[in-house]
């Protein structure tokens, strides 16, 4: 929907995470409210809350207009698209960046948990921590950086804010294995606007530019599919770090993993630029480069256009020329016929 300007694709993402903090917030003190009294949480207002707020969503999807590309995708489009040496170097660092997010969506609390118990075994604000945790992901990291992601993406390109991306996680998790006493995990974490709150506006970004005609949803699809698929994968890897390694090893184990990859990501991208040189626009890593990129996508749409505009015009001259002569058929009279 956002057509050329897809790299602002952050300024609405970043609703999204105010939606998810502002939620977590209320539905935490309706939780603790109704069940005051209780010997258990009763979660009943959080699932009243996610069914309200599911049915205001698809209101407000069912009232969205998209517009429908009159391009058909074709299979082997997409298949010449994704197969680039470029192309597939970013679904790979999707998948790691997914695996990486994988490890701390699942297992960051705990860790967050086990600190504090290990610096004090009463630690007395606990639930608090781990609410502001969210809270500076949610607001000091991730809607500054969804903010500002288009101007980065368009400023240094695709391939180096996934790089930017890539080392902000392993600065983040290896200070989460140092860490000591819990509360420097807030300031931590506003590292997670430049690891996860630069990368998953590129990864959108950058599906956009490089889908050929009529497939930008189908693209999209399939980058977050690579992205979501590694989540799952860092949940299965994290789990066995975590029960074979501990909490810290594993959160250092994954991070010493980033920084190495962001090393390979750079030298690869770098020797793909030198020996494919063919597709250098579509990998899209400075501001001109971005800017051709969107010239020649805006190109072959022209050109697509183009051609079902003259493959329609040659269609409808065919029909008048037939209509024609059926009617010059049927003026003529019976004996000019004979």
């Given at each position: 929907m956002l057509g050329s300007a897809h790299h602002e694709y952050g300024q609405q993402r970043l609703w999204g995470t105010v939606g998810w903090g502002l939620s977590a917030i209320v539905s935490g003190a309706l939780v603790d409210w109704y069940s005051k009294g209780l010997l258990q949480?009763?979660?009943?207002p959080a699932h009243v809350l996610t069914v309200v707020f599911l049915m205001a969503d698809l209101v407000v999807v069912a009232r969205l207009k998209f517009s429908i590309p009159d391009k058909r995708m074709t299979p082997s489009a997409v298949h010449r698209a994704l197969w680039q040496p470029h192309v597939v170097l970013i679904l790979i660092t999707l998948v790691v960046i997914g695996t990486t997010c994988g490890v701390l969506w699942t297992f960051q609390f705990l860790l967050v948990e086990d600190v504090a118990l290990q610096w004090d075994p009463d630690f007395p604000h606990l639930k608090l921590l781990l609410g502001l945790v969210l809270?500076?992901?949610?607001?000091?990291?991730?809607?500054?950086?969804?903010?500002?992601?288009?101007?980065?993406?368009?400023?240094?390109?695709?391939?180096?804010?996934?790089?930017?991306?890539?080392?902000?996680?392993?600065?983040?998790?290896?200070?989460?294995?140092?860490?000591?006493?819990?509360w420097?995990?807030?300031?931590?974490?506003?590292?997670h606007g430049i690891s996860f709150g630069i990368s998953y506006p590129?990864?959108?970004?950058?599906?956009?530019?490089?889908?050929?005609?009529?497939?930008?949803?189908?693209?999209q699809a399939i980058f977050g599919a690579a992205f979501f698929g590694g989540t799952g994968?860092?949940?299965?890897?994290?789990?066995?770090?975590?029960?074979?390694?501990?909490?810290?090893?594993a959160f250092l184990t994954v991070g010493v993993f980033s920084g190495v990859?962001?090393?390979?990501?750079?030298?690869?991208?770098?020797?793909?630029?030198?020996?494919?040189?063919?597709?250098?626009?579509?990998?899209v890593d400075s501001e001109s480069a971005y800017e051709e990129g969107i010239r020649e996508k805006s190109v072959e749409e022209e050109e697509v256009t183009s051609k079902e505009g003259e493959d329609k015009e040659e269609a409808d001259k065919v029909?008048?020329?037939?209509?024609?002569?059926?009617?010059?058929?049927?003026?003529?009279?019976?004996?000019?016929?004979?």
């Amino acid at each position: 929907m956002l057509g050329s300007a897809h790299h602002e694709y952050g300024q609405q993402r970043l609703w999204g995470t105010v939606g998810w903090g502002l939620s977590a917030i209320v539905s935490g003190a309706l939780v603790d409210w109704y069940s005051k009294g209780l010997l258990q949480k009763d979660y009943w207002p959080a699932h009243v809350l996610t069914v309200v707020f599911l049915m205001a969503d698809l209101v407000v999807v069912a009232r969205l207009k998209f517009s429908i590309p009159d391009k058909r995708m074709t299979p082997s489009a997409v298949h010449r698209a994704l197969w680039q040496p470029h192309v597939v170097l970013i679904l790979i660092t999707l998948v790691v960046i997914g695996t990486t997010c994988g490890v701390l969506w699942t297992f960051q609390f705990l860790l967050v948990e086990d600190v504090a118990l290990q610096w004090d075994p009463d630690f007395p604000h606990l639930k608090l921590l781990l609410g502001l945790v969210l809270g500076v992901q949610c607001f000091l990291a991730e809607v500054p950086f969804f903010f500002l992601a288009g101007r980065i993406i368009k400023r240094i390109g695709h391939a180096n804010a996934f790089l930017i991306s890539l080392v902000g996680f392993a600065v983040r998790l290896n200070l989460y294995s140092v860490i000591s006493n819990p509360w420097w995990f807030l300031p931590a974490d506003i590292l997670h606007g430049i690891s996860f709150g630069i990368s998953y506006p590129c990864l959108t970004s950058y599906a956009s530019v490089i889908s050929p005609p009529g497939a930008a949803a189908t693209t999209q699809a399939i980058f977050g599919a690579a992205f979501f698929g590694g989540t799952g994968l860092g949940g299965l890897v994290g789990g066995r770090l975590f029960q074979e390694l501990g909490g810290r090893k594993a959160f250092l184990t994954v991070g010493v993993f980033s920084g190495v990859y962001a090393l390979v990501f750079i030298a690869t991208h770098i020797l793909l630029k030198r020996l494919c040189p063919a597709n250098a626009t579509r990998d899209v890593d400075s501001e001109s480069a971005y800017e051709e990129g969107i010239r020649e996508k805006s190109v072959e749409e022209e050109e697509v256009t183009s051609k079902e505009g003259e493959d329609k015009e040659e269609a409808d001259k065919v029909e008048i020329e037939e209509v024609g002569l059926v009617e010059r058929k049927s003026h003529v009279s019976p004996s000019e016929s004979s």
